[in-house]
């Protein structure tokens, strides 16, 4: 999945939910380094990562880490949006669900419309 690749609308509100639910009720890592990890252990079930980052470079690894590894990315608008989803008042690059908790059907929803 490219970054900056055009996500309809409905699929990056179902990514923020899905991170929100999950962030109450399952487990979520934030930030680079957080979240490369959980996709190198293989752990994360969907991956955020905010189109503003500054610079790219921060998180150009993370497309091809989540293709290796099978995991579905989901580009969103800025960091702002992506942390105030997750309960965070500071900007975040990027946030990985690894433990679904109640977002285990928005993620289904998510997977089945970007994997077409």
Same mark, same amino acid.
């Given at each position: ?32 380094? #957080? ?21 790219? #470079? ?41 433990? #679904? ?7 289904? #929803? ?7």
């Amino acid at each position: 999945m490219d970054l900056n690749a055009d996500i309809p609308k409905e699929v990056v509100s179902k990514a923020y939910e899905a991170a929100a639910v999950a962030s109450k009720t399952g487990k979520i890592k934030k930030g680079i380094n #957080e979240v490369t990890k959980a996709i190198e252990r293989g752990v994360a079930k969907l991956v955020l990562v905010a189109k503003d980052v500054n610079p790219k #470079e921060i998180v150009m690894h993370l497309p091809a880490l989540c293709d290796e590894k099978d995991i579905i990315l989901v580009p969103v608008p800025t960091k702002e949006e992506l942390a105030s989803n997750v309960g965070l008042n500071i900007p975040t690059s990027a946030v990985a669900i690894i433990q #679904e908790g109640d977002s285990k059907q928005l993620i289904k #929803e998510i997977t089945a419309k970007l994997k077409k």
